[in-house]
């Protein structure tokens, strides 16, 4: 009964005062909307860093071959050939963080099938490349142990290559593929995995056996990279610390020497998006804060004028029986009234921003529920904190001095 | 004989500071009011006439010396808050500036004072409401805004809100001071009609022809009693507004 008439009298006495009402929320609303906004895009694209990261395969590790250093000239990184098949068995038989390892050779090359070409990146690899890379195939089969050791003339296709040889429609498994004159049948495509972080399509690829690049295409020594996966996502900077010390045995580097190898795994790339996209999603809190709290000031200053310009009527109240809990919870009601209301309308619009930034402009969105009690949650309390002061300052009032105020 | 009596003051003092100077606006005041009275203050500006006002209608929190008992309850020992309460639950309170929120029909100012009272319920509300705007001749108004009313009507509906409660006492600070004559005895005819069914009234006023229409006229001079009188010719309100000159048309609609 008591809060029902105190609910009445605040929206009283601010139903009176709309367009001031109103222009006092615009701050918390445009607070509210702000945290809710900006935390919605940041969390987009901290989600969005993380699936792609995933689907690189996050346990991966990568061994690449190391830079150039001849006469005090560097050439950047993978310009020296060192990594060798040897390498790759090592790390397979010593390092007890990995599970699965495989030398990987490619080369870009000119792909013919039918009257279509198209110039796409073949990968050899053995078949724990698709376990790695974290590649399914979603028509047909990977290449068996068999097709490895006979250097078998068979590839899995990206649906890229597969669009682009044989149109979206068709199966490509069975084809024949020519890559480099030498002819090759497709015996699986990829699942459809789209751009990485980075931009680049994951599906503009072709994947042979391991042997049948390295001998039949590229008749070469040396490998482009070892790809191994971590036991788990945890045990990622050990795995890395073991290969790069056995690697440093395997090339015999005395301890003065520079490694002539690149060890690099997704975590580290990933911790850094992630760490950026941190900063980002603390900055964008940051600004949303400041601007609740602008928000707050702006309740804070509305009130102190409203206390003072209705010194009289607090008097009036008084007079009639408002006791000086009455007067505080009749202003504070109102700074709660106006905070929680800008909060709601904050929350809305600000859902509404997040949901057409993600639809014009290309970001994913994340809308929290977190995000939205805490900024509800915030914009109630700055109600509170910033109508208490007003409201105590009305509350005190001695009843003569209020009704004789001019 | 004790229980009749409503107002019971006792050698109240009250001084204000102002800067190093001590002014002694009320100087050793007793006074006795029962119940049923109808008493005029009067005094010229600075007697201590309105300043007495404001204690005996606990309106003012600052300390007085002496004692002061509304009702049997002694005033001066009680807080903010029962003093709150007394003030919504024994007195009625008319203003010379009429006192009523701007902005807000007559019917909810008039039921401003049941806000904060929690035994009413709404409905009660309503209905007590438009029972006292009725009881001043004002049931057709109950919607208007204070801005829309003449400056007697402002003054009737601030009388409604007074009775609302059922007050013991209505204090009343210079009820007329605002209004022409034909209105300022529409106001004395409510008081006597109010008087007579036992409600207490106590007014401040400064014109003489208007605390003729009271039954006893105190007057206050340098913050003390100079007298306490019966009044010797009563004014009653029925009769003299028949005789006043009739200015304008709405005056006899009125």
Redesign the interface.
Known sequence: MRILNLLKIAYRSLSKNKLRVLLTMLGIIIGVASVIAMLAIGQGSKQNIQTSMASLGINSVMIFPGSVNSGGVRGGAGTYSTLTQKDADAIAAKCEYVTDVTPVVSKSSQVIAGNQNWHTNVAGGLNQYFTIRNLTVAVGNTFSTTDEHTAAKVCVIGQTVSTNLFGAETNPVGKFIRINSIPFKVIGLLAVKGQNSFGQDQDDIIVAPFSTVMKRMLSTMYLNAILASATSEKDIQKAEAQISSIMRIQHKLTPADQDDFTVRSQADIANTFESISNVMTILLACIAGISLMVGGIGIMNIMLVSVTERTREIGIRMAVGAKSIDILFQFITESIFISVLGGLIGILLGIFIALLVGRFGGWPVVITPTSIILSFAFSSAVGIFFGWYPARKAANLNPIDALRYE | MAESILIDVRNMQKTYKLGDMEVHALRDVSLTINKGEFVAIMGPSGSGKSTFM?II?C????PANGEYFLDGENVFKMN??QL??L???KIG?I?QSF???A??SAI?NVE??M????GV?AKERKERALAALKSVGLADRADHMPNQLSGGQQQRVAIA?SLV?NPLVIMADEPTGNLDTRSSYEIMEIFQELNDKGITIVMVTHETDIAQFAKTNILFRDGMIVTNVPVAVRKFAKEEIPKLPVLDKNDILT
Request: hydrophobic share 25%.
């Open positions: 404001n209608g309106l003012d929190y600052h903010k808050d709150a309460e003030r919504n639950r309170f203003f006192n009523i929120l902005r807000t909810e401003l004072p806000l904060y009272n929690s319920t809100r409660n």
